[in-house]
């Protein structure tokens, strides 16, 4: 039988040292800049929805268009800081999920070919230990704890 193989990879040293280490100069920059919100802190202040962004945005427009019309309380430079960085860190975030996502998805299919891999082994080192082949007794008994049997029904024994 062949194993179906769905996904070949393979990290060099550098390439893995290379990740981490951008990795780990984006969590510094992160970490320089960012404030550390409590769980409440997090739900008080929640996110802006995408309705809410454009209302930031027209009124954007119109601070850069009608600057009189701006209260005295309101920074315009602070305010355009603070829309510039949050633009910054909403383009990090979306190379985040993006670069999240391809590596879920190959942990996922790396997983699967391990996983159908191990049933395999498994299958094998049963049958091996019901003919008494070498140390296979032993590893059959310790792993077939994780391959609890099923009582089949009288249903299935039939259907077979």
């Not at 800081?81 to 993006?98: G, I, P, Y």
């Amino acid at each position: 039988m062949i194993n179906n193989d769905l996904i070949q990879v393979v990290f060099t040293p550098e390439e893995k040292e290379n990740a981490k280490q951008a990795l780990r100069t984006l969590q510094d920059i992160a970490t320089s800049k960012a404030p550390v919100l409590s769980n409440d802190d997090r739900q008080n202040y929640g996110s802006v929805a995408e309705q809410n962004k454009l209302k930031i945005n027209k009124a954007r427009i119109y601070m850069q268009q009608f600057p009189e019309l701006i209260p005295s309380f309101i920074d315009k430079d602070e305010f355009e800081r603070d829309f510039q960085a949050r633009n910054d860190v909403e383009e990090l975030l979306m190379l985040n999920e993006d670069i999240h996502r391809k590596l879920s998805d190959m942990k996922i299919l790396l997983d699967y070919d391990n996983y159908q891999d191990v049933l395999a082994f498994y299958r094998s080192v049963r049958y091996s230990a019901s003919e008494k082949v070498g140390n296979a007794v032993t590893v059959y008994n310790d792993m077939k704890q994780f391959f609890p049997r099923t009582v089949s029904t009288k249903t299935e024994a039939q259907a077979k």
